[in-house]
């Protein structure tokens, strides 16, 4: 297999961008509710609440919406974040990363 080949079948979606304000639901507890970053490789997590930044609407596209499950993939060597989410692989800065409120609990998200 050629590299060529090999690109094409690991491809996907990088979002990077500057720090921005969190929007959370503050009543369910502060420890119901965590960064992306603070997630593990394996973890099965939902999203909860994005930042208000310009790079919300790249998320949205890829479907980093909240009540969407994300599964926590391996980092990168160069610390970046990738996640699955709807059958796509997308990798994360740390940035923006950061900026993505998640949970373990799916059942905090009727709650929101």
């Keep these: 297999m050629t590299s060529e080949k090999r690109a094409k079948k690991w491809k996907f979606d990088f979002i990077g961008g500057s720090e921005g304000s ?3 639901n ?10 992306l970053t603070q997630a593990k490789a394996g973890d099965q997590v939902w999203i909860t609440g994005l930042s208000n930044t310009q790079d919300i ?3 949205l596209v890829l479907g980093l919406q909240p009540g969407n499950k994300l599964e926590i ?9 990738i996640v699955s989410c709807e059958g796509n692989r997308i990798g994360l800065s740390v940035e923006i990363a950061r900026q993505i409120m998640v949970t373990d609990n799916s059942s905090l998200l009727e709650e929101i």
């Design 73 to 81: 993939l391996p980092p990168t060597s160069g610390g970046s974040i």
């Design 57 to 59: 609407k790249p998320l």
């Design 26 to 35: 503050d009543e369910l507890g502060e420890d119901s509710f965590f960064p």
């Design 22 to 24: 969190l929007q959370v």
